[in-house]
């Protein structure tokens, strides 16, 4: 590593920060991690240690001094007075004797003198401040960058273990820190009833209360099983605790919840010790923990300690390592998500790791299949980290049965026998069956009745769900003849005849549709509302359309040169449709479709009147990744926007790129909407 040059150490640690904050955005903000904590750990690791080698190159987005992901739109923001830090992580002995010893040297202690932690288990849930004022909970907020956290006050009330008021000595303003979670049974629960009604299944308890707490509607967070205990205390008017022990006595006199068990622990013999013990005992506790948090006791010596970048001196996770097991991989299985990615799934002899029996395990991909060399009959080592299903680390060659094969990936999907494909530069394969695959059919048929697409409003999820279940609908085309099933749908359980008249009646209405509606409704991989409008403005007719997609099947057509030459419309966009089109099942779809449809021809208007940026005042600052301010500023200006250098009340959007300053803060302060590069691009 030392013999990178500064250039190659350079672009290697941006290319790690970036890659660090793009999962800190999927688990801190989408709550949908794509790594493991393991995974994501040893990202971090392999940052820090680069960093120390080459301290003189910090990347700009640096993730040791940045905590978390910036708060997500759709909740009002908060701003922590002080802010809401990250702790370090050990992994080791050695790590834990590190950070002991180099606390007594800051704190100049003497051989003779004694350091008391406390030492209490570490729950990976979802972060919060709880504000009190006069004893009345007022404010809740997620941790959110550390700065700024989303506001989830009301969210946060429906928490049975949140007090709503705190009475005794309590001062007029009090702001306890704690973190929401998830019983490992609660969880389980949970996921089998969301099984049940065909929802997706959280990874995890912190991914569920994450998502729980994050919620829009606070009726559905109500009816969440989460819990809070706190460990901490951010603003507060003269509290009186001279230790952390203290800290805790209070918190449970005013009716908090603690994170049992605890230990006050003497030196890094009794810490290691208090690890070990609840290393070994954790899975009888009713919830997942990950680690042990040592906090020094004495608060005057943590005031003393105070913190680096993001986290407290004074304060240390010791993470377990994730529990592994060895067992036989009986069968490799492929599996077709919603969205159409093939999946393999190990299917195991059933092992008890991580306190959880598990029978299967994902193998994430083709490529690590391949790298791992993972055969069916394998003896194969397995670790589970917090998430439901563990992983598949390496394969015991040693045991490997005799005349074993490598394992061939499909190319046609397993469910609907589409041809399946994977796009350069994706790890996943995906089926091109779109419509007609059973395993994606529901998700697409929602997309086909979407508000965007068709607007048919009474067929949502649920519905869709069940006349697909019964053979109703199986294509977009049979919502359309859904009006010959009428009698049978007003005794349907639950329907009514009101409702079944409103819903043909909203069929009906859609009968004659505008053709980028209808090409967006098809849900054709990389083919979004923008895109759909880009092909029906080029092609102008439905029957224009189909007839280029049929002529671009050959690469070298004039056909495929003109769709590649439509600007903003790549290889990517155009591989995507031609796949599509070469499709049998996919044609036979959109044929029965104009069968019962009347799609409109586009109607052409200025480009300028109908973006939704038209009139606004945009402010761009910062630096954005994916272009130069000089094209944004053009590509605003050409969908009609004015884009302005300062921020005043009169400004709609400022699009925040990294690094930006004062201008967001002012807008903040004026409540005028941000944007990340993401969201803008995507407007
Ligand atoms: S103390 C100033 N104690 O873990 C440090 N944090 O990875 C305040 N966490 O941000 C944190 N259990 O959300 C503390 N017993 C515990 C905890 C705990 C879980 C969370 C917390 C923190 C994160 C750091």
Not at 262 to 282: K, V
Not at 346 to 355: F, K, Q, S, Y
Request: glycine residues 6%.
């Amino acid at each position: 590593m030392h013999k990178l040059t500064d250039i190659e150490a350079a672009a290697e640690l941006a290319d790690l920060a970036r890659q660090i904050a793009r999962h800190d955005v999927a688990y801190h903000q989408k709550d949908a991690p794509e790594i493991s904590d393991a995974a994501y750990d040893a990202l971090r690791q392999k940052y820090k240690a680069l960093l120390e080698a080459f301290p003189h190159l910090r990347p700009e987005n640096d993730p040791e001094t940045r905590v978390g992901a910036a708060p997500a739109l759709g909740f009002g923001k908060v701003t922590h007075a002080i802010p809401m830090l990250s702790l370090a992580n050990a992994f080791s002995d050695e790590d834990i004797q590190e950070f002991v010893e180099r606390l007594r040297r800051f704190l100049h202690l003497s051989e003779s003198e004694a350091v008391v932690f406390v030492a209490e288990p570490k729950i990976d849930g979802l972060s919060c401040s709880l504000r009190y004022e006069k004893g009345q909970l007022t404010v809740a907020a997620t941790r959110g960058d550390g700065t700024t956290g989303e506001n989830i006050t009301e969210n946060v009330r429906t928490v049975a273990s949140v007090p709503k008021k705190i009475e005794g000595r309590v001062p007029d303003l009090i702001e306890i820190r704690g973190e929401i979670y998830m019983e490992r049974k609660d969880f389980f629960a949970l996921n089998a009833r969301r099984e049940k009604d065909g929802e997706a299944l959280f990874a995890n308890p912190r991914n569920a209360a994450a998502g729980s707490v994050r919620q829009l509607d606070p009726s559905v967070t109500a009816k969440r099983p989460l819990r809070f205990f706190a460990y901490a205390v951010g603003e507060g008017d003269g509290l009186p605790f001279t230790t952390q022990e203290d800290l805790r006595k209070a918190l449970r006199a005013w009716g908090f919840k603690l994170n049992e068990p605890s230990r006050l622990c003497e030196g890094t013999d009794a810490l290691l010790a208090f690890y070990r013990a609840l290393e070994e005992s954790r899975y009888e506790l009713p919830f997942d923990i990950d680690g042990i948090v040592y906090k020094v006791n004495r608060m005057d010596w943590q005031k003393r300690l105070g913190f680096v970048s993001r986290s407290p001196r004074w304060a240390i996770a010791h993470k377990f390592a994730p529990e592994q097991a060895e067992t036989r991989l009986k069968a490799i299985r492929i599996q077709v998500g919603r969205t159409g990615a093939l999946t393999p799934v190990a299917d195991l002899e059933p092992v008890t790791v991580g306190g959880v029996v598990v029978s299967h395990a994902t193998l994430h991909n083709e490529d690590e299949i391949k790298r791992k060399d993972i055969r069916e009959g394998d003896l194969v080592r397995i670790q589970r980290a917090g998430d439901v299903i563990p992983q598949v680390v390496a394969v015991d060659f040693k045991k490997r049965p005799e005349g074993s094969t490598p394992f061939v990936f499909p190319d046609h999907c397993p469910e609907c026998q589409s041809l399946a494909v994977r796009e350069e530069g994706e790890a996943v394969r995906r089926c091109t069956g779109g419509l007609i695959c059973p395993a994606q059919a529901v998700e697409r048929l929602r997309h086909f009745t979407s508000r965007q697409a068709f607007n048919i409003e009474g067929l949502g999820e649920k519905r869709v769900r069940e006349l697909w279940a019964d053979g109703l609908i199986r294509s977009p085309a049979d919502i359309f003849k859904l009006k010959e099933h009428e009698d049978a749908l007003k005794t349907r359980e639950g329907w009514g005849a009101k409702s079944v008249e409103n819903l043909l009646k909203a069929i009906e209405a859609r009968r004659t549709i505008a053709l980028e509606r209808f090409i967006y409704a098809l849900g054709i991989r990389q083919i979004g509302e923008a895109t759909a409008k880009l092909l029906a403005r080029h092609y102008g007719t439905l029957e224009a359309w189909v007839d280029a997609m049929n002529k671009a099947q050959n690469d070298q057509s004039p056909a495929r040169h003109d769709l590649e030459s439509i600007d903003q419309i790549g290889p990517l966009i155009a591989e995507g449709l031609v796949q599509f089109f070469s499709e049998p099942h996919n044609r036979d779809v959109l044929e029965s479709l104009a069968a019962q449809l009347v799609v409109e021809p586009h109607k052409k208007v200025s480009s300028k009147k109908e973006s939704i940026l038209a009139g606004k005042t945009v402010v761009f600052t910062g630096t954005l990744a994916t272009m130069s301010r000089a094209e944004a500023k053009a590509k605003a200006e050409s969908l009609g926007a004015k884009v302005s250098g300062s921020v005043s009340s009169k400004t709609d959007y400022v699009i925040v790129g990294a690094d930006a300053g004062s201008k967001a803060d002012k807008a903040r302060r004026l409540g005028v909407v941000l944007l990340d590069e993401e969201a803008w691009r995507a407007l």
